[in-house]
């Protein structure tokens, strides 16, 4: 079945630092690519998506370029903030005969925490 | 506006209860799903409604697991007979259409903690 893998964490990192968090998936068709993220005591939001190759999606300074090649879709920001800590969750949806099906496969997600 | 809403945001149980968990998505909202999120993992589907229909119940566990959405709008998941194993947090998501070429995003609500003694 469809799946995701994401970076072991959790990510520490220094404010201004470049971050990557790295993210693969397994899946047959044509699926879309998401980053979630969840701030302390709140609730999933997305924070970009990608729905074909070679699409970059983009958020608040986060990218991420859907790679079929390498079956991946690696979140980058050239420089975190501390209000960047927080839980990223990457996730795949399947595309079926030009229509979205909008079950999430959700990775196992990763911790990220910034310091000043 | 308002939010996917969930109730109650936490909930402690005895083995072999019955638990029944609210979801309220947003107004106007056509898609409901269900997703289950263990410690340190990430959320895994459950079910999902279009309207009043039950769509896609391939993720629920077992025959103790049922949800319902009858008019369309509010869902209510329920487990009977609750184990220690069913602990997690529940979270449900709602969508303006699933089906379309273009992605409808989901928006979670905060969540329902079990915990089931």
């Known amino acids: 079945g469809d799946s995701v893998t994401q970076m072991e964490g959790p990510v520490t990192l220094s404010e201004e630092a470049f971050l990557t968090i790295n993210c693969t998936y397994t899946a047959t068709g044509y699926p879309s690519l998401f980053w979630y993220v969840q701030y302390p005591g709140e609730g999933l939001q997305l924070l970009l998506k990608?729905?074909?190759?070679?699409d970059k999606g983009s958020n608040k300074g986060f990218e991420a370029t859907y790679r079929k090649e390498t079956t991946s879709f690696h979140l980058e920001k050239g420089s975190v903030q501390v209000s960047d800590s927080a839980v990223y969750f990457c996730a795949l949806t399947k595309n079926a005969g030009g229509t979205s099906y909008g079950k999430l496969t959700f990775g196992q997600g990763t911790i990220l925490t910034v310091h000043p | 506006g308002a939010g996917v809403s969930q109730s109650p945001r936490y909930k402690v149980t005895k083995r072999g209860q019955d638990v029944a968990l609210r979801c309220d998505p947003i107004?106007?909202?056509?898609?409901l799903y269900w997703y289950r999120q263990a410690l340190g993992q990430g959320p895994e589907f459950l079910t999902y409604f279009n309207y009043e229909a039950q769509q896609d119940k391939s993720g629920l566990p077992n025959d103790r697991f049922s949800a319902e959405r009858p008019e369309g709008s509010i869902s209510t998941l329920t487990i009977q007979r609750t184990e220690q194993r069913d602990s997690a947090m529940y979270r449900c998501?709602?969508?303006?259409?699933?089906?379309?070429?273009?992605?409808?995003?989901?928006?979670f609500g905060p969540g329902t903690r079990l915990t089931v003694l």
């Open positions: 990608a729905t074909k190759a070679d």
């Open positions: 998501a709602s969508s303006r259409v699933t089906g379309r070429r273009d992605y409808n995003e989901q928006f």
């Open positions: 107004s106007g909202h056509v898609s």
